[in-house]
């Protein structure tokens, strides 16, 4: 059975960096895109960045375009979201998700069957 466990989230102030990580258990990491979300409060739940299997492709959503940088190691099957000066607006909880494709992941939350528990991300101002 397959798991994802984020980890890395905290109370940062804005400027500030953080890394997530999200921990993939089972088999054949390398057969899955892997997404990061992000929920606010009263928000729906909105795409972040997705990479592909092989960490070739990438793509992010405009509003952490620069600034974010997903990537993976699927030797520790693991797939990390780099944080770069970052905003208030950036607060949310953080989840990770996967679906097995040879391409990039989708854009729409309801595409993906595995999804991790979440970490919280607070940015002061």
């Known amino acids: 059975q397959v798991q994802l466990v984020e980890s890395g989230g905290g109370l940062v102030q804005a400027g500030d960096s953080l890394r997530l990580s999200c921990a993939f258990s089972g088999r054949a990491f390398s057969t899955y895109a892997m997404a990061w979300f992000r929920q606010a409060p009263g928000k729906e739940r909105e795409f972040v960045a997705t990479i592909q299997w092989s960490g070739t492709l990438t793509y992010y959503a405009d509003s952490v375009k620069g600034r974010f940088t997903i990537s993976r190691d699927n030797a520790k099957d693991t797939v990390y979201l780099q944080m770069n000066n970052l905003k208030s607006g950036d607060t949310a909880v953080y989840y990770c998700?996967?679906?097995?494709?040879?391409?990039?992941?989708?854009?729409?939350?309801?595409?993906?069957?595995?999804w991790g528990q979440g970490t919280q991300v607070t940015v002061s101002s």
């Open positions: 998700a996967a679906v097995q494709s040879s391409g990039l992941g989708t854009l729409s939350p309801h595409n993906y069957h595995l």
